[in-house]
């Protein structure tokens, strides 16, 4: 159960866009289209942003997308905002029936 | 609104034990497969276990195989997480959440202190 590998920290000006990677095997997001990413501010409890890879739930603002291309997803977040400035999660469902969750990326809105 | 507040948290002395529950409300708690995810202090999220929505299956992560055990019970729409000989590194905000193939609602955590 190793966890899934994201960049430590990303960073963005507000308008701009900026994108998330989370690197797994084919054990996990290479196998499955269950990738999901979650949004958690400071102090906060997570919530869902995308499910199934490229998913929204109601709500989440369509300047929140995701992709998949091999073993890594991606998360792209355009037109920045001030309130975007985060922590974000990705996971994946995986072989072993369990589930793995990324290591974290602090978002930076410069 | 779908709404799960978790309960149980407090300190615990090494190789103690504690009982987590989540009550659920706002949804059939019964169609949804449940899971805990915790989260230590400054780190990052670290699924724990899931159930199925009848009961009859259940995950854990490696980490605390042997030593947690999941249960719900759907005529109370509550889910429980019981955990044995704990360790200091199980210090952590525990968070229940819906699960199909990803969590979709989270509750605000409750915190477990693991400490002499």
């Known amino acids: 159960q190793s966890a899934l590998t994201q960049p430590a920290s990303v960073s963005g000006s507000p308008g701009q866009s900026i994108t998330i990677s989370c690197t797994g095997t084919?054990?996990?997001?290479?196998?499955?289209?269950?990738v999901s990413w979650y949004q958690q501010p400071p102090g906060k409890a997570p919530k869902l942003m995308i499910y199934?890879?490229?998913d929204r739930p109601s709500g989440v603002s369509n300047r929140f997308s995701g992709s998949k291309s091999g073993n890594t997803a991606s998360l792209t977040i355009s037109g920045l905002q001030a309130e975007d400035e985060a922590n974000y999660y990705c996971?994946?469902?995986?072989?072993?029936?369990?589930?793995?969750f990324g290591g974290g990326t602090k978002l930076t809105v410069l | 609104q779908v709404q799960l507040v978790e309960s149980g948290g407090g300190l615990v002395k090494p190789g103690g034990s504690l009982r987590l529950s989540c009550a659920a409300s706002?949804?059939?708690?019964?169609?949804?497969?449940m899971s805990w995810i915790r989260q230590a202090p400054g780190k990052g999220l670290e699924w724990v276990s899931y159930?199925?929505?009848?009961?009859?299956?259940?995950y854990y992560a490696d980490s605390v195989k042997g030593r947690f055990a999941i249960s719900r019970d759907n005529a109370k729409n509550s889910l429980y997480l019981q955990m044995n000989s704990l360790r200091a590194e199980d210090t952590a905000m525990y968070y229940c959440?819906?699960?199909?193939?990803?969590?979709?609602?989270w509750g605000q955590g409750s915190l477990v202190t693991v400490s002499s």
């Open positions: 706002g949804f059939t708690f019964s169609d949804y497969y």
């Open positions: 996971s994946s469902y995986t072989s072993t029936y369990t589930v793995v």
């Open positions: 199934d890879v490229s």
């Open positions: 159930i199925s929505s009848s009961d009859s299956t259940v």
């Open positions: 959440a819906t699960w199909t193939t990803h969590l979709g609602y």
């Open positions: 084919s054990s996990d997001v290479g196998g499955y289209n269950y």
